[in-house]
T-cell receptor, first 113, second 115 residues
Framework: QQQVKQSPQSLIVQKGGISIINCAYE??????FPWYQQFPGKGPALLIA?????SEKKEGRFTISFNKSAKQFSLHIMDSQPGDSATYFC????????????FGKGTRLHILP | NAGVMQNPRHLVRRRGQEARLRCSPM?????VYWYRQLPEEGLKFMVY????????ESGMPKERFSAEFPKEGPSILRIQQVVRGDSAAYFC?????????????FGPGTRLTVT
């Protein structure tokens, strides 16, 4: 119920291609879905986030698509660049002040130059 | 404006020793969260603290682990009598009072190795 399932575990994309990472959740009480980017040896950094009242949010080359009925959301990285090579985590939260963030297991993305 | 600071960045302990991990939140932040990350795994929530209060410790093992966030000074995650299974990266995050808790800013982590 509290899990966030993320796939694929790893992804290799050619430079300029589209990287797509998918996540699914069960708990319909979740109302905030952030994505974090983590480079080796660093802490995760908030990349982009969405609420279930919108179906898509775009920030630069990064887009979140949200399907409330299917309880799925995905991250699309357009025109993928070698600098995008990192581990990406989807997450979910109920947004209540005292509730925790639940993270997916991560996707290790490698962009080929 | 310094970000979340954690020290030490790397910590090696022998089995049975104690590990102390420190986290200084961003300036103006009064909420601290600790997460553990195992290789090939996501971040697992451990504990959420405010100044002098533990709000949620549901993710922290009942034995050997404790956390505090005193009125003055950094937050401390303490692991007593460490075992090999405690080897992991431990991340601290902070968020401001009055802001959404999901806007958490993470530190660089402490990598604990138990030999």
């Amino acid at each position: 119920q509290q899990q966030v399932k993320q796939s694929p575990q790893s992804l290799i994309v050619q430079k300029g291609g589209i990287s797509i990472i998918n996540c699914a959740y069960e708990n319909t009480a979740f109302d905030y879905f952030p994505w974090y980017q983590q480079f080796p040896g660093k802490g995760p950094a908030l990349l982009i986030a969405i609420r279930p009242d919108v179906s898509e949010k775009k920030e630069g080359r990064f887009t979140i698509s949200f399907n409330k009925s299917a309880k799925q959301f995905s991250l699309h990285i357009m025109d993928s660049q070698p600098g995008d090579s990192a581990t990406y985590f989807c997450a979910a939260s109920i947004g209540n002040r005292d509730d925790k963030i639940i993270f997916g297991k991560g996707t290790r993305l490698h962009i080929l130059p | 404006n310094a970000g979340v600071m954690q020290n030490p960045r790397h910590l090696v302990r022998r089995r049975g020793q104690e590990a102390r991990l420190r986290c200084s939140p961003m300036k103006g932040h009064s909420h601290v969260y600790w997460y553990r990350q195992l290789p090939e795994e996501g971040l697992k929530f451990m504990v959420y603290l405010q100044k002098e209060n533990i709000i949620d410790e549901s993710g922290m093992p009942k034995e050997r682990f404790s956390a505090e966030f005193p009125k003055e000074g950094p937050s401390i995650l303490r692991i007593q009598q460490v075992v090999r299974g405690d080897s992991a990266a431990y991340f601290c995050a902070s968020s401001p009072a009055g802001g959404p808790q999901y806007e958490q800013y993470f530190g660089p982590g402490t990598r604990l190795t138990v030999t």
